[in-house]
């Protein structure tokens, strides 16, 4: 472990996982339905959506964007044991970024519970992301650490006393829709491929492998309180099976076989 760890002991330090780096005040628990199902029936989903939900609005002329997923454990792989066994109440952190660019680098740290998600997030610096992505960790001098995002700070601690280290990466094309009441996400991810290039984090030759066979598509669909059900009535076409889908869990899989 490096140098940088040396006294992660004191209780500030330690204070900060009773106070959970005061993430208090962060986003509440959304529904999050995933769907697979064909490009076929993808095709028919979107024809119905048409005209009463937009795309979001950056997914530019292309009509989608591309998202890279850096995914963390710990020394003993609690996230994706616990991902595997099905615990009802877990967490993990990743690093994403879109179009493979270093313009919007962002932490985000992913919680389920009872089917609920909640999604807390900061901006990272190119430099910060660079360590992480050689498994390497940020000051805890608390000159340097009072510095840092509440966010930030927890993944920082997390890092050092559990050994965090990066895992896996997550890519992916995604075709985004919204809607405003019921602040409603209809994503549809296709070219879904795990990836162990770390190095290539940024680079557009990054090796990747594809997880699912050809023409499988994912469908999720994120909401507040409720799913209108205009909505819900479109996205009905007889074929569409809820499924507990994980795509970090496979690509983590997917080097393990």
Excluded at 68 to 79: E, G, I, K, P, V
Excluded at 108 to 135: A, D, N, Y
Excluded at 185 to 205: E, G, M, V
Excluded at 220 to 227: A, N, T
């Amino acid at each position: 472990m490096d140098k940088v760890n040396a006294g992660v002991g004191n209780n500030w330090i330690n204070n900060l996982l009773i106070r959970k780096a005061g993430l208090s005040n962060s986003p509440k628990y959304r529904h999050e339905l995933k769907y697979l199902c064909s490009l076929i029936d993808v095709a028919v989903i979107e024809g119905r959506l048409k005209g009463f939900i937009k795309k979001d609005t950056h997914v530019g002329e292309k009509g989608y964007y591309h998202i890279r997923s850096l995914y963390f454990d710990d020394y003993n792989n609690t996230c994706y044991k616990m991902n595997e066994a099905g615990v009802d109440k877990r967490m993990k952190y990743r690093i994403r970024i879109y179009n493979c660019s270093d313009t919007k680098i962002t932490l985000e740290k992913k919680i389920k519970v009872h089917g609920m998600t909640r999604k807390v997030s900061t901006p990272l610096t190119k430099e910060q992301c660079e360590l992480f992505i050689q498994g390497k960790y940020l000051s805890v001098k608390q000159e340097d650490f009072s510095t840092y995002s509440p966010l930030l700070q927890e993944f920082v601690v997390w890092m050092t006393k559990r050994n965090g280290k990066p895992k896996v990466i997550v890519a992916y094309d995604r075709v985004p829709y919204v809607y405003k009441q019921g602040n409603v996400r209809i994503t549809i991810d296709k070219n879904i491929q795990a990836s162990r290039d770390f190095s290539h984090f940024f680079k557009t030759d990054m090796q990747k492998c594809p997880i699912l066979p050809k023409g499988n598509v994912l469908i999720e669909v994120k909401y507040d309180e409720f799913l209108p059900v205009f909505l819900k009535e479109r996205l009905e076409i007889g074929k569409l099976r809820q499924t507990t889908f994980s795509k970090y869990y496979l690509c983590r899989k997917f080097f393990t076989q």
